[in-house]
């Protein structure tokens, strides 16, 4: 489906950020424009907290008409079939134990619980399990992994028809077609590996969520789960043959989700060719050799 997604701002400083954004979004030609506070308010009905009066007031929103929410075991599947047909061998319930490296320093392959399979060229797309694999050749890179939580409530009758996403207030949410709110926040900062919600990141995150949106009090949960995703110092993701030669890892991306269709396409072209694809030139790891970050945090996963 493709409702339009809209953010709900309420600080000037984060005003600007997004408007800076809108601006870089012109020039590709993707929609995202400037909203009043009344046209916020209008577009979502249930947005009736955030007053005046409120510590952090609605101050108007930007929306983005080109947006939209699908399903992402379905995308997975699609993604997964559409390798099989190709030829691609998919090898499920194998989870790779360690990467191995020749007497002469170079990758040769991956240790799973399976058995050892040999190759002269390994990529490490893994996400949150990236420094997991990459310290068992002894190579560090520059990433945390942190947890991400997200929860569903019961299905209610149509009540919001676009995505809503609150910065300031840090969590974000849709209704589904069954009609449960799908609901997610901000990543605990503490450096963490572990798949389940974290209980005050829950709370933080409902307490935001009702100070916008008190009717919502009265929503019921049916579930909840957490994951781990990998980010760099300054957001952006790495894609890079690191200093094991043959391996090469794509990190970084927040997840990914939205980005790894570019994020697929250029990495085969490094594996292929041994360079970076244009695209990806300035997201090796040499950009932390001398702090020379992408200062565009989020960018390249968020749009």
Known sequence: STPPMNDVVQTYPKMRELRRRQLTMDIYGSTYEQISTKEVRRRIPALTGGGPDARL????????????????????????????????????????TKLLRGRDGAIEGVETTRGIVRARKVAVAVSGHTTTLTETVGLRLPLRTMNLTAFVSEPVK?????????????????????????????PDMGQSFRRDIKQHVFEDTVTAMLSLFPSFRKLKLLRQWGGHVDIAPDASPIMD???????????????????IPAGGLTLAHMIAKGEPHPLMASFTLSRFNHLDYVMESGTTTAR
């Not at 080109?66 to 190709?86: E, P, S």
């Not at 043959?241 to 939205?258: C, H, I, M, N, S």
């Open 241 to 259: 043959e690191t200093d094991v030669p043959g391996l090469f890892v794509t990190a970084g991306w927040w997840g990914g989700y939205k980005a």
């Open 57 to 96: 007031p609605v101050i108007g929103g930007m929306v983005h008409t080109d947006a939209g929410v699908n399903r992402h075991d379905a995308v997975a599947w699609a993604y997964a079939r559409g390798a099989d047909a190709r030829g691609v061998e998919l090898h499920q319930q194998t989870p790779v």
């Open 158 to 186: 149509p009540l919001v028809d676009v995505v809503v996403n609150c910065p300031d207030s840090g969590f974000y949410f849709s209704q589904s077609d069954k009609g449960e709110m799908v609901i997610g926040g901000a």
